[in-house]
């Protein structure tokens, strides 16, 4: 199952993100799918702006639906699970092993305002895409002026 979680805005999440976002930059051969020092691995994940706001597509095949948690926390979206081995499989021997198990977080900074309650979330053949739809722009709201009645005497 898919849960969203929403909170306010801080600025302190998102510079830690543009920190982090820096810092990978910098790096030469960065790849995106490394485990942490926590044994946390980070799945492909794309970012891409659409007509109506930021699509975040992730790459998470074999986990299941209430393995997945998608949270909009701040200016952050945090998607985070669990990929489990199959059943009943033995593995004794590795000849390449290039899928990771066990948990697994993505972090995407938003660039700007979403609308919160708009917010969708499908898994579909292994690829879990979030849809952040941009808050429409704001309206200036014209001001009239109260014509005050005469006091009475």
Same mark, same amino acid.
């Given at each position: 199952?898919?849960?969203?979680? $929403?909170?306010?805005?801080?600025?302190?999440?998102?510079?830690?993100?543009?920190?982090?976002?820096?810092?990978?930059?910098?790096?030469?051969?960065? $790849? @995106?799918?490394?485990?942490?020092?926590?044994?946390?691995?980070?799945? @492909? !994940?794309?970012?891409? =702006?659409? =007509?109506?706001?930021?699509?975040?597509?992730?790459?998470?095949?074999?986990?299941?639906?209430?393995?997945?948690?998608?949270?909009?926390?701040?200016?952050?979206?945090?998607?985070?699970?669990?990929?489990?081995?199959?059943?009943?499989?033995?593995?004794?021997?590795?000849?390449?092993?290039?899928?990771?198990?066990? @948990?697994?977080? !993505?972090?995407?900074?938003?660039?700007?305002?979403?609308?919160?309650?708009?917010? =969708?979330?499908?898994?579909?053949?292994?690829?879990?895409?979030?849809?952040?739809?941009?808050?429409?722009?704001?309206?200036?709201?014209?001001?009239? !002026?109260?014509?005050?009645?005469?006091?009475?005497?």
């Amino acid at each position: 199952m898919l849960i969203i979680r $929403r909170r306010g805005r801080h600025e302190t999440g998102r510079i830690q993100q543009e920190m982090a976002e820096v810092f990978q930059s910098w790096v030469v051969g960065f $790849r @995106p799918l490394l485990r942490s020092q926590a044994g946390v691995w980070r799945p @492909p !994940t794309e970012v891409f =702006e659409d =007509e109506h706001g930021l699509v975040v597509r992730v790459e998470v095949a074999g986990v299941r639906d209430e393995d997945l948690q998608v949270v909009v926390d701040d200016a952050v979206l945090r998607i985070s699970g669990i990929r489990r081995p199959r059943d009943g499989e033995q593995r004794k021997t590795y000849h390449e092993m290039g899928i990771f198990y066990g @948990p697994f977080m !993505t972090e995407v900074l938003l660039p700007f305002a979403i609308e919160l309650d708009a917010v =969708e979330a499908v898994y579909e053949q292994g690829l879990l895409q979030v849809s952040l739809p941009r808050v429409r722009a704001s309206r200036v709201v014209p001001l009239r !002026t109260a014509e005050l009645a005469p006091e009475e005497e």
